[in-house]
């Protein structure tokens, strides 16, 4: 069983599903929500995810018209986004820096023409320029 929360340990979650999609999105939007360079997401269906505590606790950002990200309404925490029928995790928020699995085929950066221009990673996953590319 795979766990995770947010920074001040109000809201908690629990993966029992299999991870079916990771990525580093490099939009505008992700590293202004996550405050970084890129987020990385591990995505689940919802019925392989569950609340443990906190629900009240979540409050919700609309992005588009599409997609609800969730933060903890105490520490700012943004810990997944709901896209339809999927939960896109947050991966720095599983606990003890988790491996959640399923990167193998899956891992590529998304998003690649937003990226910041003074960062590259090293690495030989594929770059594309939007989702589900």
């Known amino acids: 069983m795979t766990t995770g929360g947010c920074l001040c340990g109000t809201v908690r979650y629990e993966l029992t599903g299999e991870i079916h999609d990771f990525y580093h999105c490099?939009?505008?939007?992700?590293?202004?929500?996550?405050?970084?360079?890129?987020?990385?997401?591990?995505?689940?269906?919802?019925?392989?995810?569950?609340?443990?505590?906190?629900?009240?606790?979540?409050?919700?950002?609309?992005?588009?018209p599409?997609?609800?990200?969730?933060?903890?309404?105490?520490?700012?925490?943004?810990l997944f986004a709901e896209l339809g029928n999927e939960i896109s995790l947050s991966v720095g928020t599983l606990d003890d820096g988790a491996d959640p699995g399923g990167r193998e085929?899956?891992?590529?950066?998304?998003?690649?023409?937003?990226?910041?221009?003074?960062?590259?990673?090293?690495d030989a996953l594929e770059k594309v320029t939007e989702f589900g590319s």
């Not at 085929?105 to 090293?122: A, K, N």
Request: hydrophobic content about 25%; some cysteine.
């Open 26 to 64: 490099h939009c505008s939007i992700c590293r202004k929500c996550q405050g970084a360079v890129y987020l990385t997401y591990a995505s689940v269906e919802r019925s392989g995810f569950h609340l443990l505590a906190g629900e009240d606790s979540l409050a919700t950002y609309r992005s588009s």
């Open 66 to 78: 599409a997609l609800k990200r969730r933060f903890c309404r105490h520490c700012g925490c943004h």
């Open 105 to 122: 085929g899956r891992e590529r950066h998304i998003f690649w023409e937003s990226r910041c221009g003074w960062y590259e990673p090293d």
